[in-house]
């Protein structure tokens, strides 16, 4: 299991209510910038961000992120630097997380049969977010 988490451009709170229906799980923490001990003194656009969120969904799914907020002096880059890959035990589900995560995305690989014998499929979600979903047929 790998537990993935991601910055947002500020969106972060849509991703995670978007990737919660989706999964079919809950948010189990939600921490913002302003509630931190010293955030009453941060900027008033910056207050309202996440700063931490986790969800976790059946199939062991858990995600964590927040909201970048420009403390390194490097800018947001959205996320073409990894991919996400889930692993279900059912093509079923395989199908219903393909279909859920890839509304308002583009489909790179549709859902069918790879080359090294799994059902396996890859797209990038409407939040930029690359997915790779593949069930091993035991």
Same mark, same amino acid.
């Not at 969800?55 to 996320?79: H, R, S, V, W, Y």
């Not at 219903?96 to 069918?112: D, E, K, Q």
């Given at each position: ?6 910055? /947002? ?5 849509? $991703?995670?209510?978007?990737? !919660?229906?989706?999964? &079919? ?8 910038? &302003?509630?931190?001990? @010293? ?11 996440? =700063? *931490?969120?986790?969800?976790? $969904?059946?199939?062991?799914? !858990?995600?964590?992120? @927040? ?8 800018? /947001?880059?959205?996320? @073409? #630097?990894?991919?996400?890959?889930? *692993? ?5 589900? $395989?199908?219903? %997380? /393909? @279909? ?18 799994? %059902?396996?499929? =890859? ?10 979903? #593949? *069930?091993?047929?035991?």
């Amino acid at each position: 299991m790998i537990t993935a988490y991601i910055s /947002f451009n500020g969106n972060t709170e849509a $991703a995670f209510d978007f990737y !919660k229906i989706a999964f &079919g799980g809950s948010i189990t923490n939600l921490q913002r910038f &302003g509630d931190a001990p @010293n955030g009453s003194q941060m900027p008033e656009t910056e207050r309202n961000k996440i =700063m *931490h969120i986790a969800l976790e $969904a059946p199939d062991g799914i !858990k995600l964590m992120g @927040n909201d970048f907020i420009d403390f390194t002096g490097q800018p /947001f880059t959205a996320g @073409n #630097n990894f991919s996400l890959s889930i *692993h279900p035990d059912s093509e079923a589900a $395989a199908d219903t %997380y /393909f @279909n859920s995560l890839s509304v308002g995305g583009a489909v790179i690989v549709p859902m069918s049969k790879a080359p090294w014998g799994d %059902y396996f499929g =890859m797209f990038i979600d409407q939040f930029g977010i690359k997915w790779m979903i #593949n *069930h091993r047929k035991v």
